[in-house]
């Protein structure tokens, strides 16, 4: 390889690294309320405890409906997918109560070791007791289902 050549491909590496750097580090456009904008993890770390802790309940229903769509359903399925989704109505609501507890962000600087230890206990134990209570839901409806079915949900992003 020539000197020439090795210059070159060092030139363009390094401008594959630098160009997505210097684009991330640019400042993001204001909206049109006068507001930043954030991006991805910008906009999770921006919300409020609570909002993240809705957001990431709001996902998991979500996550369950697509799952319900996947699944198409028969109607002798479909009594049993509803108790499941009450199952986790109600552990969804056992955690939005936990959700409630947290203390906005400005305080969220003076909460002790304690204090964090003492909150991530208490969404534990919310998510333990809904995976209790769900659980007979989910087997009755799991056998139930075809095999076709069951693979759907033992891998819902399986592409193959």
Request: contains cysteine; proline residues 7%; charged residues 20%.
């Amino acid at each position: 390889m020539t000197k020439s050549t090795i210059i070159g491909a060092a030139m363009v590496a390094a401008t594959a690294v630098m160009v997505p750097i210097l684009a991330w580090s640019q400042a993001a456009p204001d909206r049109p309320d006068g507001g930043p904008r954030h991006h991805g993890w910008e906009q999770r770390m921006a919300q409020s405890p609570q909002q993240a802790c809705e957001d990431h309940i709001a996902r998991r229903a979500g996550f369950a409906a697509y799952i319900a769509a996947k699944l198409d359903l028969t109607p002798d399925q479909k009594p049993l997918w509803d108790k499941v989704q009450a199952a986790m109505q109600a552990s969804a609501d056992k955690q939005r109560q936990v959700c409630s507890t947290l203390k906005p962000a400005a305080e969220r600087g003076q909460e002790t070791m304690i204090d964090r230890m003492n909150t991530r206990q208490a969404m534990l134990t919310a998510q333990l007791q809904g995976l209790q209570q769900v659980e007979p839901a989910v087997q009755a409806l799991y056998q139930s289902l075809t095999p076709a079915q069951k693979a759907v949900m033992d891998h819902p992003f399986h592409r193959g």
